[in-house]
C-alpha cells in the first residue's frame, strides 16, 4: 500500500516535510529505523534531519559513513536495497548491529549536478521482501525530499552568500583605505566613501569615467606603461602616486591595483586601493630635513655640510676642481645673548643667515656649523671669486640689525681656506677655515684671513701657550712686575701698575699681550686674574710695611672675569680684607672699549666703587673711545694709551685731542693717566696740559718688587730726579 505525496507538496518547512515524509515510511513499511541524512564533512559523514523509530521521534544522530550500506547507497543510483543480513554484511557498522538490523532501504538524494546530498534510510528487524510498486514509491519520496533538501541548501547559500556580500559591504563602505572598482575598460563601476574622502569626488561624478580624470600630470607615459605591463604580466602592481584631487591639489598615494578575472580567465574588473599618505610624505620630508638641515635657520647642519664637503673633495681629486671654504665667526655674539637674551640672538642668527643666502648661489653650499659659526663652500671658485665672496659677505653681514626697538651692531670674522692636494677630509678643510678665522679675529675685528702656513704656525703654538699656560698657572710659575705711576705735581710715584709675566723655560719670555688673550679666549683668565690680584696686594702690603704706607696699586682685569660666575667682586673685597689694604688703595684697570654697552661689567665695576675702589679706563683713546661713554662710565682715572701718547709731540691733532680730553675729565672729576711716556718732552708736555698722573719707560720699565722698592728709596721725586 502506498500513499500519495500531495501533503508533502503543502508542508511550509523542511522539517515538516521531512516528519511527513518519515510518517510516510513509518506507515507503508512499518520500518523499525527511518531518517533523512544530509552529507555533511565533505561527504564522510551523515547528520540525520529527521530521525523515527517505529513512529516517534528520535533525537537526531550523526554518523561515519564509511563500512556502512549508506555507502553503497550514495554510489548507487536506485534504491539500495539489503532484505536480509545486512548487518552481517557490514560487520563494523555498530549502529546495524547493536540494533540488530536485518533489512535495508536507502536512496540518494541528488542535487541538480546529480551530487549526493544526503540519503533517506529505512531499516528493519525482520528480513524484507519488497515489492516493486513499494520500492518505487520509495524511490519517489525521496526525490521529493530530495528536493525539499535542495531547496534547503539553497536557502542555506543564499543566506550565506548574502551574509558575505553584506560583510564584503561593511568592509568596503567602512575601509579607511580608498577602493575604487573599474570594469574591464577601465571605466570606474564603484569607488567607497574613503575614497570619496580623499579625493572630493562623489561616486556619481565618476561612474563610467576612467581613473585617468585623477592625474596629476607628475608621473610620464613611461611610467604607466610600466604599470599596465606589470599589472597584466603578475595580476598586481603596488607604488606611490602623485594624484589630484577635485580641489586641483596634488597628494601623494601609496595605491595597490589587483587585476580581477572570471572563470574563463578574462579580465572582469580592476580593484585600486589607495591610501593618502601626504602625513607619512610630510614627516619623512621633517626627518629628512632635520637630518640635514639646522633648525633655526633652516641652513645645511654640521654633519651634512661635512658630508658636502667630503664629496667635493674626492670631486677634486678626480677632476681638479678649485673650491673655497669661508669661515664666519660674530664678534662679541656672546655679548648680545647676555645683553638682549637667547631670543634676541636667535634672530640675530637668523638675519645673519638670510644676509648670508644673497651672498651665495645655489651650487655653493651654506651652513650654521654651531653656535655663531657659519660656513660656506664655494664650488668651483677661484681665490679671487672666493676673497670677493668674503668681502660681499663681511660688508652684508656687519650691518645692524633692527628689531623693532632694538638696532643690534654686528661685526664678523671670515677666515678663507683653498682647497689643494694636503686637505684629505672635510675636517682639514673647515679646520683650515677655522684657524684663519681666528686668526682674522685675532688681528682686527671685522677684517678677512687667507689660510697659510703662518697661521697654521700661529694656531699651534696658540694651542702650545694655552696648554704651557694652564700647567704655569697650577705651578704658580707666573710672576708680577710693577711699574710706577708718578704723580706730575708732586713728581712722586703714587702708585704702581701690577703686570703679569711669564717665562716658560723652552719658550722663554712670553709678551702678556699673547698669554692674556689665550688665558681670556680659553676660560683660564680668572685663575690669572686672581693670582696676579693676591700676588699684588701681598707685595703692596710689604711696601707697606717697609715704610711707604701711601702706596696705592693698580691691576687690570678683564672684562671677560666679570662674566664669570666666580663673583669677581667678592673676590676682590676678600683679597683687599685678607692683606689688610684699604679698599681705596686699590684701582682696578678694564678696558674702555670692552667696559661699554655690558651692563653687568658696569654693575661690578659700580659696586666696587661704591666699596671705595678706584676704576681706571684703560687703553682710552684706542678702539670704541667716544666722550660720552666719559659720561656713562662712571671712572676714577682715565688711562691715555701709550700708542696716543707716542704720537704727542709729532701729530698736532693728538695734541689737541690730549688737551681737550684731560680738560674734560677734570670737569667731570676724573684724573687723567698718560701711558707710556718714554721721553722728557712727552713728560713736559703732558705737564703743561695738566695731566695729573704719568707712566711710562722714561720713568722706569715694569720691575721686581726689591726694584719697585730700590726705585721707592732712591727717588723721592722723578720731577727732582729726572
Ligand atoms: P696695559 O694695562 O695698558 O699696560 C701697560 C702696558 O704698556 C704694559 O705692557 C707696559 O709694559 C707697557 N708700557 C708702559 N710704559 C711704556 C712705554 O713707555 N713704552 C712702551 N712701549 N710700553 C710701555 P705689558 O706689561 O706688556 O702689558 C700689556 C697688556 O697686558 C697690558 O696693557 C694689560 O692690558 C695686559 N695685562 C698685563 N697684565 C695683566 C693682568 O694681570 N691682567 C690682565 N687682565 N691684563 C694684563
Ligand atoms: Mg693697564
Ligand atoms: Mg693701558
Redesign the pocket.
Known sequence: MTQSFNALYQTSSSEQAYELALSMIDQVFAAKYCFVGRLSDDGLQVRTLAFHSQGQVLDNIEYELESTPCADAICSVDVCIYQDQVAALFPHDAMLNELGIKAYLGMTMRDVSRRPIGILVAMFEQPQNFSAQSLQWFQDLAFIVAAQARHEIDIERKNAMLAELSLRNIVFEQSKEAIMITDAENKILRVNPAFEFYTGYHESELLGRSPGLLASGRHDQQFYANMWQQLHTHGHWRGEVYNRRKTGEVYPEELSITVNRDEQGEISHYIGLFRDISDWKESERQLRFYASQEPLTGLHNRRSFLERVEQHISLHHDQNTPSSLLFLNLDRFKDINDLYGPEVGDKVLVAVALRLQHCVVSSDVLSRYGGDEFTLLLANSTKQQAYACAQRILTHVCQPVRLGELNIELSCSLGIAHIDEQIDSATVFVRNANHAMLSAKRTQSQSIAIYSDEIEGQYLRKIQLRDKLAKALKANELT??Y?PIVNFRSGKIIKF?????WHDAELGTI???EF?VI??EFGL?SQ??Q???QR?LADLSTLHKRGYPHICL?????VS?FNQLLQPVEAILAALHEHQIATHQLTI?V?ESVAIGVQQVQDQLNILREQGVKVAL??FCTGYSSLSHLIDLRADYL?I??SF??KLLSEHKHQVVIASLINIASELDMEVIA????CADQHQQLHDYGCHFS????YS??VSLPQALALLEQADSFVDTL
Open positions: 708680577v712686575a711699574q701698575e701690577a703686570l703679569a709675566r709678551d702678556p699681550e692674556i688665558a681670556e683668565i690669572l686674574g693670582f696676579v690680584l699684588a693698580s691691576v687690570n682685569r678683564s672675569e684697570e678696558t684703560d687703553d688711562k694709551d701709550k701718547t707716542h701711558e707710556g711716556v718714554d707712566q711710562g719707560y722714561y720699565k715694569p
